[in-house]
């Protein structure tokens, strides 16, 4: 069967930071039913051959209103993201889904470790807001990059989620790029993992920073499928 593809409103737009956007959406025609991880497919009118198809990962758990939230970063030159910074409430967005495999696992009491660089921590973000609204009280650890200081996506969040739950904790780093946020990771992974029973890793960005990550974990013995990634180019 044919995936349905539908108009969403723009509800509302919102900068989380100088270069990353929240927009809320509403479908118009059929509420999404999507796990925290999960991804919907935008079909913009640009490009040479328009629809312009861009994935962007649901950054809240599904809402009973139907709304959802998608944030992005303003890519230099990047069409989609730049069509879709100039949404305004009130606009039509098409879109379909949801998709993707990048959902939570089982924790069976194992630690998450969560690892996002920049906007790679939206579905992380989600899936954070999911387990904390079901009072869930597994061990988590959140590793988050950002580009710059002031790009440290859903910080002051993150600060809070820290102090209020013991079982949350919160590692912010900066580093400009993929190759120096590995860097930076690896260093601060490295006394987290060696020699000890093995965490459940959820990696999240670019190639160019989940690739050498989860290979840093296998060669620290986890098998490829115990290392949930997701990509964005
Ligand atoms: C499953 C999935 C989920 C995604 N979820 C999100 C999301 O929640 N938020 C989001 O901002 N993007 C997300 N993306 C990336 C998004 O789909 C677009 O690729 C991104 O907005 C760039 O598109 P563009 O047309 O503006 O630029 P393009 O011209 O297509 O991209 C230019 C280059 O930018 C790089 N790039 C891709 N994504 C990003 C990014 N986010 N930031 C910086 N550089 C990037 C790539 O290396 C690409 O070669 C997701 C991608 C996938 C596959």
Redesign the pocket.
């Known amino acids: 069967m044919a995936e349905l593809t539908q108009p969403a409103t723009v509800l509302s737009v919102t900068d989380l930071t100088p270069n990353v956007r929240q927009l809320v959406i509403l479908p118009k025609e059929q509420k999404l039913a999507y796990q925290p991880g999960q991804?919907v497919s935008l079909k913009l009118p640009v490009g040479v051959h328009p629809p312009?198809n861009?994935?962007?990962?649901l950054a809240a758990p599904a809402s009973p209103s139907g709304e959802m939230t998608?944030?992005?970063?303003r890519?230099p030159?990047?069409?989609?993201?730049?069509y879709l910074y100039q949404a305004k409430p009130g606009d039509e967005l098409f879109l379909s889904g949801p998709h993707?495999a990048f959902t939570l696992p089982q924790p069976n009491g194992k630690e998450l470790l969560l690892i996002g660089r920049?906007?790679g921590l939206?579905p992380l973000r989600c899936m954070l807001k999911a387990l904390y609204a079901h009072r869930d009280r597994s061990p988590i650890l959140l590793i988050a990059i950002g580009p710059a200081e002031g790009e440290l996506l859903y910080h002051e969040e993150f600060l809070s989620l820290a102090m209020t739950h013991p079982s949350f904790r919160y590692l912010p780093l900066v580093a400009t790029d993929d190759e120096a946020a590995v860097a930076l990771t690896v260093g601060m992974l490295r006394p987290l993992i060696d020699g000890k029973p093995h965490v459940l890793p959820l990696l999240c960005g670019?190639k160019g920073f989940v690739r050498p990550l989860r290979a840093y974990f296998m060669e620290a013995g986890y098998d490829r499928k115990e290392v949930k990634t997701?990509?964005?180019?």
């Open positions: 991804w312009l861009r994935a962007y990962s998608l944030v992005f970063d890519v030159d990047g069409m989609g993201s730049g993707g920049y906007t939206v670019r997701e990509t964005y180019d």
